[in-house]
């Protein structure tokens, strides 16, 4: 996303206005004088045409069909990692939760909690990545909050979002519909945002830098929901916890069986390298721009065939077919046809990743 010509050009277009503060204070979460110059100079500046400059602590969402609200926080550790930051994370990551459910995302809400010292000009910086990844995704800015707290007390900058979309259909994607023979799909390599973290916090070097899958799946939603529509019987964004918590928990839900094919799953080849030089199985970790789909058997090869042919898609794959051999578990069959069963991620395997 940094690297995208169009962005270059956008932050080129948007430099940082000349202030007479250089760190975020305890007075701009005051609520007075400081608090109005760090909305009016930097946060609407900054968003632009992204935002809907409804001044009020409250907004009126225009919406044609029936809203879809999900709400997450961002606590990413570092907050620039390669591929994205927390600023463009916030904002896909909550866009994705509404594709999910098969909504179209609108709006989003967005609440800031700065450290006291955090730098203006880092802020700048993140509140354009924001601004970017709105305007790639069609969506707007309809309110928001911003807290300041001691230093010492946060970690630079959180953010809570609330994302409003509108539902497209009426298929639920709960997995209630999944049966014997349904395949496993997913939308492309897994791990890839869980380590790019990993190799910044560990310093790990690579031929090639690992970087964040960091993006909105939404348009990659409409499509399969355009062409394929029932015949898809559930979604979900493996983030944290990665593929095997989510098959785990539909597996649980639904008491039906899971099986999955080891070779089948796409990896790069240095997010592989970088898991076993780590001990980290590559099925727990961190996601944040692919998402897994149950879809009916005589629809899986047109399924992924249609993911493969979008742009910035790449390696979706047939990873596993729903069975009732072992009701309630995820099973891992490798090439030589032993098999292991993939229980829920126990503890914290990777933390502060989204």
């Given at each position: 996303m940094s690297d995208h010509p169009e962005f270059i050009s956008m932050k080129l277009q948007c430099p940082l206005p000349k202030l007479n503060y250089e760190f975020i204070t305890l007075g701009h979460g005051s609520g007075g004088v400081l608090t109005h110059r760090l909305l009016e100079d930097i946060i609407f500046n900054a968003l632009g045409d992204r935002l809907i400059k409804q001044v009020h602590d409250a907004a009126i969402a225009d919406l044609n069909g029936t809203p879809v609200i999900s709400t997450d926080s961002f606590v990413v550790s570092p907050?620039?990692?390669?591929?994205?930051?927390?600023?463009?994370?916030?904002?896909?990551?909550t866009i994705n939760d509404l594709a999910m459910a098969g909504a179209r995302p609108r709006y989003l809400s967005l609440a800031f909690i700065l450290e006291e010292g955090f730098l203006i000009?880092?802020?700048w910086d993140i509140l354009l990545s924001i601004r970017w990844a709105c305007q790639l995704n069609n969506v707007m800015v309809i309110t928001g909050d911003t807290k300041v707290v001691d230093k010492g007390s946060g970690d630079q900058l959180f953010i809570n979002t609330t994302g409003i979309g509108e539902l497209v259909t009426e298929i639920k994607f709960d997995g209630s519909t999944c049966k014997s023979g349904d395949v496993v799909i997913v939308s492309g390599p897994i791990a890839s945002h869980g380590m790019a973290i990993m190799s910044v916090r560990e310093h790990l070097?690579?031929?090639?830098?690992?970087?964040?899958?960091?993006?909105?799946?939404?348009?990659?939603?409409?499509?399969?929901l355009n062409n394929f529509g029932d015949r898809i019987k559930f979604l979900r964004d493996p983030t944290r916890g990665g593929i095997g918590t989510v098959l785990n928990e539909v597996a649980r839900a639904r008491n039906m069986g899971i099986e999955l094919e080891q070779e089948k799953l796409p990896i790069l080849p240095e997010v592989d390298a970088a898991c076993e030089l780590l001990g980290l199985d590559p099925i727990y970790v961190a996601n944040e721009g692919i998402f897994l789909a149950v879809v009916e058997s005589s629809a899986a090869e047109d399924v992924v065939e249609k993911l493969n042919s979008i742009n910035g898609t790449q390696q979706a794959a047939i990873i596993g077919i729903i069975n009732e051999d072992h009701p309630g578990k995820v099973v891992l069959r490798n090439s030589f046809g032993g098999r292991r069963v993939v229980n829920m991620l126990t503890g914290q395997q990777l933390p502060r990743i989204c």
């Open positions: 907050l620039h990692f390669p591929g994205g930051n927390i600023g463009d994370l916030c904002v896909n990551g000009s880092a802020f070097e690579f031929e090639t830098t690992i970087q964040s899958d960091t993006k909105a799946v939404y348009p990659e939603i409409e499509l399969l």
